[in-house]
């Protein structure tokens, strides 16, 4: 890689020596565009655009876990990965020497597919995982800089954890819940809140159904057993189910999100299989009771419907009276119940809205990045000092 001698002396000014170090080390393709956002004076931008051009879909983490190490060494921290999987590491980082912290901010690096880039209209920022996620992992990274910038925060008062796997099992999580040695007092969780703090959210109850039937000519359906026609009943019952509700969070919520069935438009299908997943406002333990109920029921005359539970959880409540900020109810599910440590307080709180999360017009605007770095440093020093 070349540099012009005048770009590296403005460069220079900007980052400092050692960070620029680093970012020569860095793959050509992501150094170019981060220059390019340092020599405008902005690292928040810089740093979000950064970390949403690196396709980091579930299972694919690595590139952005190791710009993590590197962005971040560079920055002054001790910075520690953890191997949750082959080519999947967390990142664990805090000033000096000293693991245990008071305050932990914490999110994830994964996203859901499909990756689409990153581009700018106006004041919004598009691509996969500039609000879900990586807006959240930017300005947690920047406002806890900046407080030990500042020298408002010292070694010892803050670490930051980034963890694999939140879209899908919360592996990361949960391999730092049992292997990480560090303690905390309270945690900040990051993930989008509209810049308000979460009071809660709802639990979750995935599941996948199987239904095995006997394939015939579809001209002799009495010669089958069809599993498409199972499945389709047994959904309906579930979709229809009477489910706990909650006075906060509200009514739980029942998606069929994938489903896989049948061989042919002529065959009586021999299999069918479908993934749900409840997004459970009170009482787990009763819908997962509700659909055995559902289940049992359906299988008095073939035996032929099969219910493989993957995860159950409760719904969560959080800390959320804090001095200037507003406080709202989520209806997704966090990270939150796999960091089962003892704290003081928990927190939830983030950029941008959900309500774009995950969908192919996913955004965050400039101003929503730039106030929670605000929220972030505040929130901080209200947990450190009071």
Same mark, same amino acid.
């Given at each position: 890689?070349?540099?012009?001698?005048?770009?590296?002396?403005?460069?220079?000014?900007?980052?400092?020596?050692?960070?620029? /170090?680093?970012?020569?080390?860095?793959?050509? /393709?992501?150094?170019?565009?981060?220059?390019?956002?340092?020599?405008?004076?902005?690292?928040?931008?810089?740093?979000?655009?950064?970390?949403?051009?690196?396709?980091?879909?579930?299972?694919?983490?690595?590139?952005?876990?190791?710009?993590?190490?590197?962005?971040?060494?560079?920055?002054?921290?001790?910075?520690? !990965? $953890?191997?949750?999987?082959?080519?999947?590491?967390?990142?664990?980082?805090?000033?000096?020497?000293?693991?245990?912290?008071?305050?932990?901010?914490?999110?994830?690096?994964?996203?859901?597919?499909?990756?689409?880039?990153?581009?700018?209209?106006?004041?919004?920022?598009?691509?996969?995982?500039?609000?879900?996620?990586?807006?959240?992992?930017?300005?947690?990274?920047?406002?806890?800089?900046?407080?030990?910038?500042?020298?408002?925060? /010292?070694?010892?008062?803050?670490?930051?954890?980034? @963890?694999?796997?939140? &879209?899908?099992?919360?592996?990361?999580? +949960?391999?730092?819940?049992?292997?990480?040695?560090?303690?905390?007092?309270?945690?900040?969780?990051? &993930?989008?809140?509209?810049?308000?703090?979460?009071?809660?959210?709802?639990?979750?109850?995935?599941?996948?159904?199987?239904?095995?039937?006997?394939?015939?000519?579809?001209?002799?359906?009495?010669?089958?057993?069809?599993?498409?026609?199972?499945?389709?009943?047994?959904?309906? +019952?579930?979709?229809?189910?009477?489910?706990?509700?909650? &006075?906060?969070?509200?009514?739980?919520?029942?998606?069929?999100?994938?489903?896989?069935?049948?061989?042919?438009?002529?065959?009586?299908?021999?299999?069918?299989?479908?993934?749900?997943?409840?997004?459970?406002?009170?009482?787990?333990?009763?819908?997962?009771?509700?659909?055995?109920?559902?289940?049992?029921?359906?299988?008095?005359?073939?035996?032929?419907?099969?219910?493989?539970?993957? /995860?159950?959880?409760?719904?969560?409540?959080?800390?959320?009276?804090?001095?200037?900020?507003?406080?709202?109810? !989520?209806?997704?599910?966090?990270?939150?119940?796999?960091? $089962?440590?003892?704290?003081?307080?928990?927190?939830?709180?983030?950029?941008?809205?959900?309500?774009?999360?995950?969908?192919?017009?996913?955004?965050?605007?400039?101003?929503?990045? +730039?106030?929670?770095? @605000?929220?972030?440093?505040?929130?901080?020093?209200?947990?450190?000092?009071?």
């Amino acid at each position: 890689m070349k540099f012009h001698l005048a770009t590296l002396s403005l460069v220079s000014i900007t980052l400092g020596a050692s960070i620029l /170090q680093n970012l020569i080390e860095l793959p050509n /393709q992501l150094t170019t565009g981060f220059i390019q956002f340092q020599n405008s004076q902005d690292k928040l931008l810089s740093l979000h655009k950064y970390l949403v051009e690196i396709n980091s879909v579930t299972g694919g983490e690595l590139e952005v876990a190791d710009f993590l190490q590197k962005y971040l060494t560079s920055s002054g921290l001790t910075v520690e !990965l $953890q191997q949750v999987e082959p080519n999947r590491q967390n990142v664990y980082a805090y000033f000096g020497s000293k693991k245990d912290a008071k305050v932990l901010l914490t999110t994830h690096i994964d996203t859901v597919p499909p990756y689409f880039p990153y581009t700018v209209k106006g004041d919004k920022i598009f691509g996969r995982g500039s609000v879900d996620a990586k807006a959240s992992v930017a300005t947690q990274i920047l406002s806890t800089l900046e407080l030990y910038e500042n020298g408002e925060i /010292q070694n010892g008062d803050v670490a930051l954890l980034f @963890v694999v796997g939140e &879209e899908y099992n919360g592996v990361g999580m +949960r391999y730092a819940n049992d292997h990480l040695d560090a303690n905390w007092d309270h945690v900040i969780f990051g &993930e989008p809140t509209e810049g308000k703090l979460g009071i809660g959210h709802k639990g979750v109850y995935h599941f996948d159904l199987k239904v095995t039937g006997k394939a015939s000519h579809s001209g002799y359906p009495h010669l089958g057993i069809d599993a498409n026609k199972k499945l389709i009943d047994v959904l309906h +019952r579930i979709v229809h189910a009477d489910l706990p509700t909650d &006075e906060l969070l509200g009514n739980s919520t029942i998606n069929p999100g994938l489903i896989d069935a049948g061989v042919a438009g002529n065959v009586v299908s021999p299999i069918a299989k479908a993934k749900i997943l409840i997004r459970v406002s009170n009482d787990a333990a009763k819908v997962s009771e509700i659909i055995d109920e559902i289940i049992k029921s359906e299988n008095e005359e073939y035996h032929n419907v099969e219910l493989f539970p993957e /995860q159950l959880n409760e719904p969560e409540y959080l800390n959320f009276t804090v001095p200037g900020f507003e406080s709202t109810v !989520l209806a997704y599910f966090t990270d939150v119940p796999n960091l $089962q440590r003892s704290f003081k307080s928990r927190y939830l709180y983030g950029p941008g809205t959900i309500q774009v999360a995950h969908s192919a017009n996913e955004f965050v605007t400039i101003g929503e990045l +730039r106030d929670a770095i @605000v929220g972030y440093k505040d929130l901080t020093k209200y947990l450190l000092h009071n």
